[in-house]
């Protein structure tokens, strides 16, 4: 069973950093195209960040260029976004997502991690 | 803010046909193909629809989708009390690098 599993959230002061990491099992995550997309309390899903197979294409929503970095570890079936500068409008539940290999679509979803921003 | 424009509600009564919009440009859904995602609150989204107008493995043929320029559209037919959630589509656009999402549109069930 294709499972994404997200952790890491928590309360952090504006300015704060925090890292979010997201354990796959049950498919090969090394032959995926991974997501991460957040969503603010009562608002719609919002995009942030693309990565490819190797962890050597990335992609950002402007809202976050130059403050998160995604990566990988292929050998460890582990998704991570390390979030800088910190903001109120950061605050939301992060899903980490899967990447259809036949599409550019979202097939897999985890349940989410809530990032609170609050000094 | 999304650059994909949808209705913020629909409804109908079970058994009806409601159809959602999904307004975008050329640099997303006149390049590339369009998903749709249900939300039932409290829960992570799931994929309804891929490349368009397909449907993974699982998703009733109830639900449909189609595009056609710059616009999408997502049809539910037969509409069921389990409809009942939050209908986002998305894209590739080419413009921003990135993938961005509808407004989303609130389905009740009367």
């Known amino acids: 069973e294709v499972q994404v599993v997200e952790s890491g959230g928590g309360l952090v002061q504006p300015g704060g950093s925090l890292t979010l990491s997201c354990a796959a099992s049950g498919f090969t995550f090394s032959d995926y195209w991974m997501h991460w997309v957040r969503q603010g309390p009562g608002k719609g899903l919002v995009w942030v960040s693309r990565i490819n197979r190797h962890g050597d294409n990335t992609y950002y929503a402007d809202s976050v260029k130059g403050r998160f970095t995604i990566s990988r570890d292929n050998a460890k079936n582990t998704l991570y976004l390390h979030m800088n500068s910190l903001r109120a409008e950061d605050a939301a539940v992060y899903y980490c997502?899967?990447?259809?290999?036949?599409?550019?679509?979202?097939?897999?979803w985890g349940q989410g991690t809530l990032v609170t921003v609050s000094s | 803010q999304s650059v994909l424009t949808q209705p913020p509600s629909a409804s109908g009564t079970p058994g009806q046909r409601v159809t959602i919009s999904c307004s975008g440009r050329y640099s997303n859904i006149g390049s590339n193909t369009v998903s749709w995602y249900q939300q039932v609150p409290g829960t992570a989204p799931k994929l309804l629809i891929y490349?368009?107008?397909q449907r993974p493995s699982g998703v009733p043929a109830r639900f449909s989708g189609s595009k056609s320029g710059t616009s999408a559209s997502l049809a539910i037919s037969g509409l069921q009390s389990a409809d009942e959630a939050d209908y986002y589509c998305a894209a590739w656009d080419d413009s921003l690098n990135g993938y961005v999402f509808g407004t989303g549109t609130k389905v009740t069930v009367l």
């Open positions: 997502a899967r990447e259809s290999s036949s599409s550019l679509a979202i097939d897999y």
């Open positions: 490349t368009n107008n």
